[in-house]
């Protein structure tokens, strides 16, 4: 390999990792198991405080 064909392939690497950095994603972000228990007591609180009043 040439010097200029391994200057290229760097760049194109790092062009490519930070066009990926850009993209947005459709996935929805990761919740951990701990988290949702947490979530899901404050809802259930939430529902006895509106249901009290």
């Not at 979530?39 to 249901?51: F, M, Y």
Request: proline share 2%; glycine share 2%.
């Amino acid at each position: 390999m040439n010097r200029t064909k391994k200057i290229t392939l760097k760049h194109m690497s790092k062009l490519k990792k930070a066009n990926a950095k850009l993209q947005n994603s459709n996935k929805p972000k990761y919740i951990s198991k701990a988290e949702r228990e947490r979530l899901a007591a404050l809802e259930v609180a939430e529902a006895g405080q509106i249901e009290s009043e």
